[in-house]
């Protein structure tokens, strides 16, 4: 691979592309192009058509399927399906990733195109782990080709997946949300890596909520809103707030409008807490201490591995062996009650993992959002149908969940519109006290402020809030009190004025 004469040239380029599903426009009209060298940034709402417009140019949606035409170095490009779309040299990195856990990095490198010998007929193993290590090598990746993927961090998996998409020689590489489960210092080495792909010439399609990011590494910029193109402009030609506005289609005021209210009663008190996983796991939590009262925000930080999203789920009785002190809930002291027992006394997760104990994807919205309350709808053994309807919509619309309606498969709706969707379903069993992981990933800027606005509501209610981020201006800028983790036991407690993301940092550390 080398550095291209033909640095600049548009390699791909997208005139007029409409896509609709059943009920939904989901791209208008669509024009795009992306040149050699340069990384394309695509910012848009949840449901803007971001991950629309990319499963046509990676053959997802295969052609046929939508209007307008894709061009790809100079020809019209027909993509039937993925492997098409491969051959035409584009790679696309999913969030969702896409290695097999059991076999070893190169072997998944490999994986379908192994080296061969004796006629094809045996893997030549030696040759796949040799060019394993020059295709590493050569990316500068430090990981052991011998390793099993399943033992690799997120990042490191993320690593495999990129040099597997460039071992085949890829020309165009799309990242949808890559960095969404990443820790910072592997977001610094993706983006490292990126400008080193540009350096060669290949051109990338780079779409991500985290503005920093994008203006860390993007040449340009074009805005989706809607399904429609709304910009497109080089990054040093715009800033956050153009780029926000253009998403919005609005001004948008206060980033974190968190409004602290009266504070109550003490509704959830955690004292000298120590709890373990099971045998094997090695996180624990040690001397644990803190106190939440009715309406406020409690925000909880530190580092990936710190323990934070092992402490909220200890504290709704899906994590850890309790081994030391107490967790009073309402006065009462939870034991070893188990999720349904807590739900039942008031209190409610909204898990970082949607995908794993949020949602049932295959199922309607309404489906989803009622999941966790059907007693409260029950009279005598039935469900009134009606009341369910009612706080179903009443939800949908107060979260703005973008779907046509109730009836919309979960599984069906971009990933920020199934995070509400968690959200809705675990605020309909009317929580006391409620524990939010991470309830903003992958959620846009206007979205968040929505997300944002229900914690205020909240709190007025007389409601209580964990809030769990790895962003610190959004835990600064939406908690009164902030508890800082590291390595499972306190770091540090600030009260929201003298909090500042230094002294934050300082605590995480230890
Ligand atoms: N397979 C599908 N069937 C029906 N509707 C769909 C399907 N895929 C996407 N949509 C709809 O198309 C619109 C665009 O969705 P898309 O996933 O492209 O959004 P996005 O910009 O990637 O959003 P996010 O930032 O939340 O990932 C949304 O309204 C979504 O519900
Ligand atoms: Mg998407």
Known sequence: MTVTDSAGKVVLKAEGISKSFPGVRALREVSFDLRAGEIHAICGENGA????????????????????????????????SIADAGRAGIAVIYQ??????????????????????????????????????GLLGRFEVELDP???????????????????????????????????????????????ILRDLKKRGIACIYISHKLEEVFAVADRITVLRDGATIVTKAASEMDRGGVIRHMVGREIGDLFPRRAGSVGEVVLEVEGLGAGGAEGSEMELEGVSFSLRAGEVLGI?????????????????????????????????????????????????????RRRYGLVLEQEIGFNLSLASLRQFS????????????????????????????????????GGNQQKVVLGKVL???????????????????????????????????????????????????????????????GGEFAREEATQERLMEAAMG
């Open 49 to 80: 058509g971001k991950s629309t417009l990319i499963k046509l140019l990676s053959g997802i949606h295969a052609h046929g399927s939508y209007e307008g035409r894709f061009e790809v170095g100079g020809e019209e490009a027909r993509f039937g």
């Open 96 to 133: 969702e990733l896409a290695l097999v856990e059991e076999m070893t990095v190169a072997e998944n490198l490999f994986l379908g195109s192994e080296p061969k010998r004796l006629g094809g007929v045996l893997v030549d193993w030696p040759r796949v782990y040799r060019e394993a290590r």
């Open 146 to 192: 011998a390793a099993k993927v399943g033992d690799l961090g997120v990042g490191q998996k993320q690593l495999v997946e990129i040099v597997k998409a460039l071992a085949k020689e890829s020309r165009i590489l799309i990242l949808d949300e890559p960095t969404a489960a990443l820790a910072e210092h592997e977001v610094q080495v993706l983006l490292g």
């Open 301 to 353: 930080g530190g580092l990936m591995g710190a323990g934070r999203t092992e402490l909220l789920m200890h504290l709704f009785g899906c994590w850890g062996r309790r081994r030391a002190g107490e967790v009073k809930l309402l006065g009462v002291d939870t034991g070893r009650a188990g999720p349904s027992e807590l739900l039942r006394r008031g209190m409610g997760l909204v898990s970082e993992d």
């Open 379 to 414: 009279r005598l053994g039935f469900v009134d149908r009606q009341a369910e309807r009612q706080s179903n919509e009443g939800l949908f619309s107060a979260l703005r969940v973008k779907a046509p309606g109730l009836e919309e498969v979960v599984g069906r709706l971009s």
């Open 428 to 490: 309909m069993t009317e929580p006391k006290v409620v524990l939010l992981d991470e309830p903003t990933r992958g959620i846009d800027v206007g979205a968040k402020l929505e997300i944002y606005e229900l914690v205020n509501r909240l709190t007025a209610e007389g409601k209580a809030v964990i809030l769990v981020s790895s962003e610190l201006p959004e835990l600064i800028g939406m908690s009164d009190r902030i508890l800082m983790l590291h390595e499972g036991r306190v």
